[in-house]
């Protein structure tokens, strides 16, 4: 999946199109110590394509004698999945009643930008969201421009998203200590290699946190474990060259203590009782 076979025991990366030479009969350890070390969120890759399968893959003999339940074809699943959507719009029919609100999610990730639609409402008291659709579209364009477009349309106001800016905020501020951070991530892709993980656990029950790049809460919480089981990592001696030095060790600790607060005040603006006032 990750590389592509040029013969003579020489396979290539076509994420950053470098190449790896590993012998037949000899295993995968050459191409993925590659991965971890240059591509380190490739599982997250590799699970995301591998469940991201069409409709069709039900008729797939391989997969129908992998699974226990009952066969069934694409077209039998296609006609169950419209009657849920109906019978489900029903039940939000009934639920929303004549008052309800519609909101918008934009959010892009490599070149496919999504936009999701949610149905807001009030049931007994308690605040109901409903995702309604998601739609993906093939060109990128500025979720500000784009959702300014949309109310423009409606000739509704358009509440910006407070989330969406605070994000660009923080990942702005955060570049420039990349290089510290960039390093702790590193350390934390070594951890977890089978036998550095394997001697890290005989010193503590705390596994190694890497962080992932979508979401800049992932580095806050990679540097808070990093905080935590430092003396024990500094025990494993394999990864000594990677753990941080004193003065990058004091910048860290600098920097967790701001991204405890911005992480306070992320967590504050997604509360459900926070409002515009």
């Not at 049931?123 to 500000?144: Q, Y």
């Not at 350390?187 to 992932?212: F, G, I, S, Y």
Request: with cysteine.
């Amino acid at each position: 999946v990750f590389f592509e076979d040029k013969d003579q025991g020489v396979f290539q990366c076509p994420l950053c199109g470098a190449s790896r030479k590993q012998q037949l009969g000899s295993g995968y350890s050459n191409l993925l110590s590659h991965l971890n070390s240059t591509h380190p969120d490739f599982k997250e890759a590799y699970n995301a394509s591998m469940i991201n399968l069409p409709i069709s893959e039900v008729d797939n003999p391989l997969t129908r004698s992998m699974s226990r339940l009952k066969p069934v074809s694409s077209k039998t699943l296609k006609a169950d999945m419209q009657k849920v959507a109906r019978n489900v719009g029903v039940l939000i029919e009934k639920e929303t009643d004549n008052f309800f609100g519609v909101m918008w999610d934009g959010w892009s990730h490599s070149s496919v930008h999504y936009v999701g639609i949610y149905g807001v409402f009030i049931v007994k008291g308690k605040w109901i969201v409903r995702m309604l659709a998601m739609s993906p579209f093939e060109v990128v364009s500025d979720n500000c421009s784009s959702n300014h477009r949309i109310a423009t349309l409606l000739e509704l106001p358009l509440v910006g998203c407070a989330s969406y800016r605070y994000n660009l905020a923080v990942n702005r501020y955060m570049a420039a200590y990349e290089t510290e951070f960039a390093g702790l991530n590193q350390l934390m892709v070594q951890l977890r290699h089978c036998n550095n993980a394997a001697e890290l656990a005989k010193l503590t029950d705390l596994a190694p946190v890497k962080r992932n790049m979508t979401r800049w809460s992932s580095t806050f919480e990679m540097v808070l474990r990093y905080k935590r089981i430092r003396d024990d990592v500094r025990q494993v001696e394999v990864v000594e060259e990677h753990v941080p030095t004193g003065a990058a060790h004091k910048k860290l600790m600098g920097r967790l203590e701001h991204l405890k607060k911005l992480d306070s005040v992320c967590k504050t603006l997604q509360d459900e009782g926070t409002s515009m006032a």
